[in-house]
């Protein structure tokens, strides 16, 4: 069974600083991880994916995430905070099936502060 | 890319009224489709997997007769929430996988706000 769990309800940086929103998953098959945004009263939008090529993934609004297999780990960064990067980030990882749900973490709350 | 539309994206209904909730795959066929719940800030829940011609399957603790689902082509998916009650006002998000790709991300459509008065 796959799992994900989002370290931080709540992160909070000033607009210029390092976003690290923290993902560590548990599967039981090599896994597919995926990190999603989620703006208020709208679906959900990829940010980026990680298919077991290459570990370090780059995705939309200059946001990355890097596979730490020997962690368990799949975390998101982005080196410089923008006003609009503040939403709700979700990780979630995949079996190998594409006939399955995704399993989400509870989410993370990210606050740009001017 | 893929996207999955969902209609409406907004709706009040009075109390012991019902309401569907459409969900479309516009750039693949989707045999299989999610649906989701949403509380404020809080993550999604899958209520249920909705199978193209064959029924639903329903998550641990959902009312497979309060929401009906009808996936009858494989571009089309609804939920009908039935007899609703204010307890049931919720943001519904659907979601569909390109079963071609085993790797493919999920597609989300824009999410429903129901409200029950």
């Known amino acids: 069974a796959q799992s994900v769990t989002q370290l931080g309800s709540h992160v909070s940086v000033s607009e210029g600083a390092l976003v690290l929103l923290r993902c560590n998953y548990s599967?039981?098959?090599?896994?597919?991880l995926f990190w999603y945004v989620q703006y208020p009263n709208q679906g959900l939008q990829l940010l980026l994916k990680y298919t077991s090529a290459a570990t370090l993934v780059k995705g939309i609004n200059g946001f990355e995430a890097e596979f730490k297999k020997s962690e368990t780990s799949f975390h998101l960064t982005k080196p410089s905070a923008h006003m609009s990067d503040a939403a709700e980030y979700f990780c979630a990882v995949s079996g190998n099936s594409g006939n399955t749900p995704l399993v989400f973490g509870k989410g993370t709350r990210l606050s740009v502060i001017a | 890319g893929a996207v999955v539309s969902q209609h409406p994206s907004r709706v009040i209904c009075k109390s012991g009224t019902s309401v569907k909730i459409e969900c479309r795959s516009l750039?693949?066929?989707?045999?299989?489709m999610f649906w989701y719940r949403q509380f404020p800030k809080q993550s999604l829940m899958l209520m249920a997997t909705s199978n193209e011609g064959s029924k639903a399957t329903y998550e641990q603790g959902v009312e497979k007769d309060k929401f009906l689902i009808n996936h009858a082509s494989l571009t089309l998916s609804t939920l009908t929430v039935t007899s609703a009650h204010p307890e049931d006002s919720s943001f519904y998000i659907c979601?569909?996988?390109?079963?071609?790709?085993?790797?493919?991300?999920?597609?989300f459509g824009q999410g429903t706000r129901l409200t029950v008065v």
């Open positions: 979601s569909a996988r390109n079963p071609g790709h085993l790797n493919t991300e999920a597609f």
């Open positions: 599967s039981s098959v090599p896994p597919y």
């Open positions: 750039d693949f066929q989707a045999t299989t």
